[in-house]
Structure formats: structure tokens, C-alpha cells
Nanobody, 121 residues
Framework: VQPVESGGGLVQAGGSLRLSCAAS??????MGWFRQAPGKEREFVAA???????YYADSVKGRFTISRDYAKITLYLQMNSLKPEDTAVYYC??????????????????WGQGTQVTVSS
């Protein structure tokens, strides 16, 4: 099982991007997005539970929206009002069990390779 992210790129501050994560092969209960900027630790961005409950990091609340397509087993992250500090490699993460939203990297079983998001000022 290898989630595959897409949708990253270069955008000006104030712009938008939509990330996708295709996670085929089995059913995943919880899914999430993390990001890692150069020289920094991987940090939580957003997560969604099996029943659609969502949770966001304070730094992206009101600007980013996480959603999932259950039939396609695909996760999305709509990113609006992007800032230079959002520049990072964004990773999709999934787990097979549990009923909650999960915010720690260790809570997830499978990770994508990452997609670069660069926001210019």
C-alpha cells in the first residue's frame, strides 16, 4: 500500500492549490496531511476520520479544507490564501483502524512520497 500524492507546485502568496492522495488497495479509516519544511520537523496539517470528522492545525484553520472520496479512496487538501510559510513537502498518511482523527505521525501506518508546495512572496 503506497499512497500517491499529486497537485503540488509553485504558487504566489494568496493563491490556491489542491492536493490529492490516491490510496487504493484497501479501506482506510483515518487519513491525514502532514508537511515538512527544510530544517524543521514534520508537522500535522489536517486529518479526517472514517465518519468525516475533521481537525486542523491552528496555522491552517480557515484556509485549508480536508475532504475524502470514499468510493475512490482519495484524500484531498484544498489550500487557499497560501502564505510563504506554507512552503514545505506535503505528505499524505493513512491508517486502517480507529474511529478518531489522528494528529501524530506515529498514528499512521502508510505514507506517500510527498509533493512539494512552494509559495512565493
Amino acid at each position: 500500500v503506497q499512497p500517491v500524492e499529486s497537485g503540488g507546485g509553485l504558487v504566489q502568496a494568496g493563491g490556491s492549490l489542491r492536493l490529492s492522495c490516491a490510496a487504493s488497495g484497501r479501506t482506510f479509516n483515518a487519513m491525514g496531511w502532514f508537511r515538512q519544511a527544510p530544517g524543521k520537523e514534520r508537522e500535522f496539517v489536517a486529518a479526517i476520520s472514517l465518519n468525516g470528522r475533521t481537525y486542523y492545525a491552528d496555522s491552517v484553520k480557515g484556509r485549508f479544507t480536508i475532504s475524502r472520496d470514499y468510493a475512490k479512496i482519495t484524500l484531498y487538501l484544498q489550500m487557499n490564501s497560501l502564505k510563504p510559510e506554507d512552503t514545505a513537502v506535503y505528505y499524505c498518511a493513512v491508517r486502517t483502524g480507529g474511529i478518531y482523527v489522528y494528529t501524530r505521525p506515529g498514528d499512521y501506518e502508510y505514507w506517500g512520497q510527498g509533493t512539494q508546495v512552494t509559495v512565493s512572496s
